[in-house]
Every structure is written in C-alpha cells, then in structure tokens.
C-alpha cells in the first residue's frame, strides 16, 4: 500500500480531528514522555487538538488526560463509563505527536486490557465519549489561541 493510499483510508476511517476522544495504552504514553513513569492503570484519555486532515504522513498532537487538577485547564466531563457522566478529566499539561501509524499497528504489548477489541491498538476509539461538546470545544481553542497553536 502506497502512502496515498494508506492516507485516503485513514482519513476516511479515523475521525482525528480536534475534539475528538481517544483512549491511549499506558505503555505507549511512557514511551513518548520522556519523564513520565506511568500509573496504576492501563490506559489514559487523549483529546486530538489536530485542526486539519492529514495530507501526508505527519503526526498527530494530542493532550494527555488525566483526573488530577494539575493536569491542565481543559476539563472534559463524562469520558469514561466507569467513572460517570460528572467525572472531570483535565487535559492541557501535556501535548504529545502520535503518528498514523499508532492507531493502526497491533501494541507490542500483549493482550487486550479490559476486554475491548479495540485495546490491542496502542490509540483506540473512547467508545464512551468519542468526541467533546461545542462547550468544551471552545476551553480547547481558548487554549490553543493562548499559546499561538490556533491562529
């Protein structure tokens, strides 16, 4: 498969885009954080601030998210099931690239985490909450404004 091609497929199966919710493996953010040692779980939330589509095989930035207060200024509410629609989780501390290729390839780590098929990909949908609310959406380009990433 020719990059093109791989683009056009991941373009039109992956909604990526800025406000969209994913669900990152934990192996896979320690891997990308230099200082980050990891947590007790499996998995964190990744807000997608990525404002337009791919067009060559370039990355992918999102904020890590995470339930502390220190996390960030955006805060998301309802993103995971197991914790309720009033849950906070607060992103904007961390910004990191994921390329193309880490929501398609199978983790190199084994098993699936919590029983979703989805789990074996190191980025996978957050079936919970796919994407946030216009609300929600404004913190994330008030955000994005303040620091020249969104002009």
């Not at 990525?50 to 992918?60: A, D, G």
């Not at 220190?70 to 690239?97: D, M, N, Q």
């Not at 957050?126 to 929600?136: A, C, L, S, V």
Request: hydrophobic fraction near 35%; charge should be positive; charged fraction near 30%.
């Amino acid at each position: 498969m020719t990059d093109n091609e791989f683009l056009k497929m991941f373009n039109l199966l992956y909604d990526y885009l800025a406000g969209s919710l994913w669900r990152v493996r934990e192996d896979l953010w320690t891997a990308k954080i230099p200082d980050y040692t990891g947590s007790s779980k499996s998995w964190h939330p990744a807000l997608s601030i990525r404002k337009r589509p791919l067009i060559s095989l370039e990355s992918i930035p999102m904020l890590y998210g995470t339930s502390s207060e220190s996390g960030g200024r955006i805060r998301i509410k309802g993103i995971s099931a197991e914790y309720g629609p009033e849950h906070i989780t607060h992103f904007g501390k961390r910004l990191v690239p994921f390329s193309p290729a880490d929501f398609t390839c199978t983790a190199k780590k084994s098993g699936r985490l919590t029983g979703r098929m989805s789990d074996i990909k190191p980025v996978s949908v957050n079936f919970d909450k796919r994407r946030i609310t216009d609300d929600e959406m404004k913190q994330v380009e008030f955000w994005m404004k303040m620091r020249g990433l969104w002009k």
